[in-house]
């Protein structure tokens, strides 16, 4: 059977993970900017807790359309486009007045950013061997754990010297000279490639179907996408729940400063790239035909770690649970988000991811929306917001039970997929 690879695979990665470190900064700002900008917005707890997820819901409203757009038009295309324009509102957010034009601008900034995921998915799917994507996805995916590093140091200092405006016209800036960057080197070099193992199908029949092109609402039968898609909901609600509101809590909770704060947020940033690295091998080389026993002990690592994390006595032990917490959150997401392009045929891995990842940005736009309201409606307690978060781990270790990969539809994979520049080679 085909696949397509690139023969400048390494390059096409280290630019994609260029690409995401910048879109993690881009979101990450807001939730230290949401400080300052509180303040100066008169903003409540729920108030900003709509700030907050404005972004995710558009972020999550481009999965789908996204991963489609990758599949139709290309990957490559997709994400130009996709850079440019979240770069623009990125820069706009300094212009917010009011909560509304806030809402407004980060709303469409979701909707610029959202299909960046899914292409890159797409791209890797294209350039990779079967048995190295999950490899290539978290190291892709490390970008978000490196721009948690920089980002606090950078936010922090930057919103006491320059203030919340500028720094967002800044990385307006910077985004736009990244997109011509993409525009200039991003240019795969496919070849195909015989590969035995390559998938055929979830449950690993040949089908006639292959040589055809398979309609979408084909794809959105296959039972594995929305198992995963819950899932994704589930973990994402617990990384985008802590990561919104913990600066926030932190100040709220146990009265750290906004420097203190960077210096401490940087430790579990910098755990998240080593977790999340051994994540990849984790899922392609251990638990390789066990994918649901992974899903499950996730599921409980993250329950266990998330009441610890909320029920340490200092911000000390807080952070150090904060700084596990990556073990679960990074396998759970790579699981998720490298299955589909490992089960499913390179002609429709980018519609696949989008439909998991949109689950996840669901979960983006609600978690930050549900804890502001439960914060407020608790006098500022933040107990409602912990079961919640606890919830979410149980809920991804019982999807994990339904993972099967020998359920859904007889969508194959063994045709040779359109690329966006015709193999110049063809090995065995």
């Known amino acids: 059977m085909k696949e397509t690879i690139a023969t400048n695979r390494k390059q096409i990665l280290f630019l994609l993970f260029v690409g995401y470190i910048l879109a993690s900064m881009d979101r990450f700002f807001i939730n230290y900017a949401i400080l300052p900008i509180s303040q100066d917005l008169a903003l409540t707890a729920t108030q900003t807790g709509f700030v907050l997820s404005a972004f995710f819901l558009g972020y999550a409203l481009m999965q789908m359309p996204g991963g489609f757009l990758a599949d139709k038009f290309g990957a490559r295309i997709t994400l130009i486009c996709c850079i440019v324009a979240w770069s623009i509102f990125t820069g706009l957010s300094g212009l917010a007045w009011s909560l509304v034009s806030l809402l407004v601008i980060r709303f469409i900034f979701g909707l610029g950013e959202g299909a960046f995921i899914p292409a890159s998915a797409k791209m890797l799917s294209m350039s990779y061997p079967m048995e190295n994507r999950s490899r290539a996805m978290s190291l892709l995916l490390t970008a978000a754990a490196v721009a948690g590093v920089i980002t606090p140091i950078i936010a922090t200092t930057a919103l006491q010297t320059l203030g919340w405006r500028t720094l967002f016209y800044a990385f307006g800036v910077i985004g736009v000279a990244v997109g011509a960057l993409f525009y200039f080197l991003l240019k795969p070099k496919f070849v195909y490639v015989d590969n035995p193992e390559q998938p055929i199908t979830v449950h690993g029949a040949a089908d006639q179907k292959a040589q055809e092109k398979i309609p979408y609402h084909q794809i959105l039968k296959i039972p594995l996408l929305w198992s995963l898609f819950i899932a994704s909901f589930a973990v994402y609600a617990i990384n985008w729940g802590t990561a919104s509101w913990v600066p926030t809590y932190l100040v709220s909770v146990h009265g750290l400063d906004l420097t203190s704060l960077g210096l401490l947020q940087m430790i579990p940033a ?3 790239i080593a977790f999340i690295i051994f994540a990849g091998y984790l899922v392609d080389k251990v638990f390789a035909g066990k994918e649901k026993l992974l899903g499950v002990l996730c599921g409980v690592g993250l ?126």
Not at 371 to 387: F, P
């Open 270 to 272: 910098v755990t998240s």
């Open 303 to 428: 329950t266990i770690i998330v009441y610890f994390m909320f029920n340490a006595s200092s911000a000390g032990m807080f952070v150090f649970y904060q700084s596990v917490l990556p073990i679960f959150t990074g396998t759970a997401i790579v699981l998720v988000t490298t299955l589909p392009i490992k089960v499913f045929s390179q002609q429709i891995s980018g519609s696949a991811v989008g439909i998991v990842q949109s689950g996840g940005q669901i979960a983006g736009f609600f978690a930050p929306i549900l804890i502001g309201y439960l914060v407020d409606s608790m006098n500022g307690s933040y107990t409602g917001a912990i079961w919640m978060l606890l919830g979410c781990g149980v809920m991804y270790g019982v999807m994990a039970l339904t993972i099967s990969l020998k359920k859904g539809s007889s969508l194959t994979g063994n045709q040779p997929p359109s690329v966006e520049e015709e193999p110049a080679v063809q090995t065995t």
